[in-house]
């Protein structure tokens, strides 16, 4: 918190000179003890993000267009597209910075309910050369709630580390270059088919929603440039996937179902090549 109060100190040093205008005072020690002594800050947000297009360069183009980030469901754009038609809304962020300097964010609702909702919409992924493109999927639309989302800053570790919880209640997608149709898609907790089984629905977090913690740190990496790489690690994800439809050549090949999808001790290193 040292940096914090030296920050708190330069404000009050800057704001001198107009003290005397304005009636302020130059916060003492303890008042500057008081200001670095709270409980956090609390953020409400309600958005809708809409991106015309994220693009990845290297030598060719990979090009993600028309995204649509909200809440609700997805619609018709009008223009041939797809786009989400509500807002990404009733989110309540605490930020907070404890005594041993960890950043701690938890994301949860103002009215205290859980879970938050939320759609995304993309129209296209492709692949671009110089020549050449290929349109690798289309239509991407994505309906599902978060349960839950608290991410650590570990001052001890210098490691970022995400606690999420959430489901996928319905994604359609083309894959386009495979001729392959995905309808009624979704991701939901390990025991969700147990449970429907059991009682015609999802009964608890268990049923409802995947989980998974993700730690995230530098680490080493001996075929990086620097011996340096980005580390992601999952210590356990597990999930129940369903897919209503598949379309193959035009006719529905039938149900896929994944009961009890477990990744687990799973290790990632991500580096850049020449």
């Not at 918190?1 to 009636?23: N, Q, R």
């Not at 693009?55 to 060719?60: A, I, P, V």
């Not at 992924?125 to 991410?151: E, H, M, P, W, Y």
């Not at 050549?249 to 850049?272: E, F, H, P, R």
């Given at each position: 918190?040292?940096?914090?109060?030296?920050?708190?100190?330069?404000?009050?040093?800057?704001?001198?000179?107009?003290?005397?205008?304005?009636?302020l005072k130059?916060?003492?020690?303890?008042?500057?003890?008081?200001?670095?002594?709270?409980?956090?800050?609390?953020?409400?947000?309600?958005?809708?993000?809409?991106?015309?297009?994220?693009?990845?360069?290297?030598?060719?183009?990979?090009?993600?267009?028309?995204?649509?980030?909200?809440?609700?469901?997805?619609?018709?754009?009008?223009?041939?597209?797809?786009?989400?038609?509500?807002?990404?809304?009733?989110?309540?962020?605490d930020i907070?910075?404890?005594?041993?300097?960890?950043?701690?964010?938890?994301?949860?609702?103002?009215?205290?309910?859980?879970?938050?909702?939320?759609?995304?919409?993309?129209?296209?992924?492709?692949?671009?050369?110089?020549?050449?493109?290929?349109?690798?999927?289309?239509?991407?639309?994505?309906?599902?709630?978060?349960?839950?989302?608290?991410?650590?800053?570990?001052?001890?570790?210098?490691?970022?580390?995400?606690?999420?919880?959430?489901?996928?209640?319905?994604?359609?997608?083309?894959?386009?270059?495979?001729?392959?149709?995905?309808?009624?898609?979704?991701?939901?907790?390990?025991?969700?088919?147990?449970?429907?089984?059991?009682?015609?629905?999802?009964?608890?977090?268990?049923?409802?929603?995947?989980?998974?913690?993700?730690t995230i740190?530098?680490?080493?990496?001996?075929?990086?440039?620097?011996?340096?790489?980005?580390?992601?690690?999952?210590?356990?994800?597990?999930?129940?996937?369903?897919?209503?439809?598949?379309?193959?050549?035009?006719?529905?090949?039938?149900?896929?179902?994944?009961?009890?999808?477990?990744?687990?001790?799973?290790?990632?290193?991500?580096?850049?090549?020449?």
């Open positions: 918190m040292k940096g914090l109060k030296k920050l708190v100190l330069a404000t009050a040093v800057a704001a001198a000179p107009f003290a005397a205008h304005a009636e130059a916060l003492d020690d303890g008042a500057m003890g008081n200001v670095t002594g709270q409980a956090g800050v609390t953020i409400e947000l309600e958005t809708k993000v809409d991106i015309g297009e994220v693009r990845y360069q290297d030598e060719g183009t990979f090009a993600m267009t028309g995204v649509s980030i909200g809440g609700g469901s997805i619609v018709d754009d009008g223009n041939g597209g797809i786009t989400t038609d509500g807002l990404l809304d009733d989110l309540k962020i907070d910075v404890e005594a041993d300097g960890d950043a701690v964010i938890h994301v949860g609702n103002v009215n205290g309910q859980v879970p938050i909702d939320f759609a995304v919409a993309v129209n296209e992924v492709s692949l671009r050369g110089d020549t050449d493109s290929t349109l690798l999927a289309s239509n991407i639309g994505i309906v599902g709630n978060l349960g839950k989302l608290d991410i650590t800053v570990d001052t001890a570790t210098d490691s970022l580390i995400t606690d999420v919880a959430f489901n996928i209640t319905n994604m359609d997608m083309d894959v386009d270059f495979l001729g392959v149709n995905v309808r009624g898609m979704q991701v939901m907790g390990g025991q969700f088919f147990e449970q429907v089984e059991a009682s015609g629905q999802p009964t608890d977090a268990a049923g409802m929603f995947a989980a998974a913690t993700l740190a530098k680490t080493t990496a001996a075929g990086s440039t620097s011996g340096e790489a980005l580390g992601i690690n999952v210590s356990d994800f597990t999930t129940d996937i369903n897919v209503a439809e598949t379309n193959i050549g035009g006719a529905n090949i039938g149900t896929i179902q994944l009961d009890n999808l477990t990744i687990s001790n799973t290790s990632m290193k991500v580096y850049g090549h020449n």
